[in-house]
């Protein structure tokens, strides 16, 4: 089952969330009061497109899995179920990075510094990808 288009779709969503995080990750309460042009250019509070944002993804995860729903797809198979898990708890972790910036890598508690852990997720997700990549190997 081809996915590249898929693939690409979803890289650039996920490379157009990184560059609103990165705009909007240092806003300020003021900032999210402040009136710039939003939807059809009406003024609208950063804050209210920061949800629209939010809530728009969500809108349309319900309106993915409809779709897939109604023609008949199949539901996860149990590789798929356990990989969509995977990714709430990477989204919660994008969530948790956002506290996080190059002076905070060095905080620690219990023997492990921020940095630390993020090296271990990131060394742990690789050695996943090497063992389960053997399942396709044999």
Known sequence: MAREQTRELAVRILNSYAELASTAVNLTNDDLDKEVPGYGGRPTAV??????AANHNR???NHL?????????????EAQAILA??????????????RVDDDSLALSHEDMTIKDVLEHIAGALDNFVEYVGQANNS
Do not use: F, M, W
């Open 85 to 98: 898990q995977s990714a709430q708890a990477l989204g919660l972790l994008n969530g948790a990075l956002l």
């Open 65 to 77: 899995n409809k779709i897939l729903d109604v023609t008949g797809q199949p539901p996860l198979n």
């Open 59 to 61: 809108e349309h995860v």
């Open 47 to 52: 804050r209210n497109l920061l949800y629209g």
